[in-house]
């Protein structure tokens, strides 16, 4: 059975100070990996996707994502937080070796910058 | 995103009305689904349809129902409301790969009485 865990409920960090979301999945076979940041009365927006190749992957204002096979991890990463970057974000996986691209989601990790 | 709009944004309805809610995309992606959104669960997928003769049921489809009526349009109803249905509710489009994106609308906020 797939599933993604994001071991956090709520991050808080200090502006200009590096961000780590964790997320951890289980998923049978390969896994496409997914990050998605939801804003306050909003639908999610998608940040950035591992399918294959590179393990570091770039995304959407200023965020990364490293794939760790071994770990079964795909935590999300910026080097230096902005307030505006405070949101709900998720990791999905999506399991590679079946035809449809159902999502699995985590729970969420709510992300505070603090001024 | 603007590519794909949901209506009503919000509603209150009472236990036992029937209701629908409506997805309309104009990206052109075959593939549309609907998810709920609970505190604490995060999403968790209802339907989803590959095209418009191809409807599947996920993880939740227990008290729901859809409609492809085009490629473009696709509706998600409650046919007796119950008060655990209360949630936000998303359609999401992407394209016939599975490695494609998925693409949210701004979601339906559903108050079940």
């Known amino acids: 059975a797939q599933s993604v865990a994001q071991p956090e409920d709520q991050v808080n960090v200090a502006e200009g100070n590096p961000l780590t979301v964790k997320c951890t999945y289980s998923?049978?076979?390969?896994?496409?990996l997914f990050w998605y940041v939801q804003y306050p009365n909003r639908g999610l927006q998608f940040l950035l996707k591992?399918?294959?190749?590179?393990?570091l992957v770039k995304g959407s204002y200023g965020f990364e994502a490293e794939f760790n096979k071994s770990q079964t991890s795909f935590h999300l990463k910026k080097p230096s937080a902005l307030v505006s970057d405070s949101a709900l974000y998720f990791c999905?996986?999506?399991?590679?070796?079946?035809?449809?691209?159902?999502?699995?989601f985590g729970t969420g990790t709510r992300l505070t910058v603090i001024p | 995103d603007a590519d794909v709009t949901q209506t009503p944004r919000n509603r209150i309805t009472k236990t036992g009305k029937r209701i629908m809610l409506e997805c309309s995309q104009t990206k052109g992606h075959d593939r549309m689904y609907w998810y709920r959104q609970d505190p604490g669960l995060g999403l968790r997928l209802i339907y989803y349809?590959?095209?418009?003769?191809?409807?599947n049921k996920g993880e939740i489809s227990d008290g729901y129902s859809v409609s492809r009526q085009a490629q473009a349009k696709f509706s998600l109803s409650l046919e007796s409301a119950i008060p655990n249905q209360t949630a936000l509710y998303f359609c999401?489009?992407?394209?016939?790969?599975?490695?494609?994106?998925?693409?949210f609308g701004p979601g339906t906020r559903l108050l079940v009485l």
């Open positions: 999401a489009t992407s394209l016939g790969s599975h490695q494609e994106t998925q693409y």
């Open positions: 349809s590959f095209d418009v003769k191809d409807i």
């Open positions: 998923v049978s076979g390969n896994p496409y």
């Open positions: 999905a996986v999506s399991p590679a070796s079946t035809g449809a691209n159902n999502l699995f």
């Open positions: 591992y399918i294959t190749g590179d393990n």
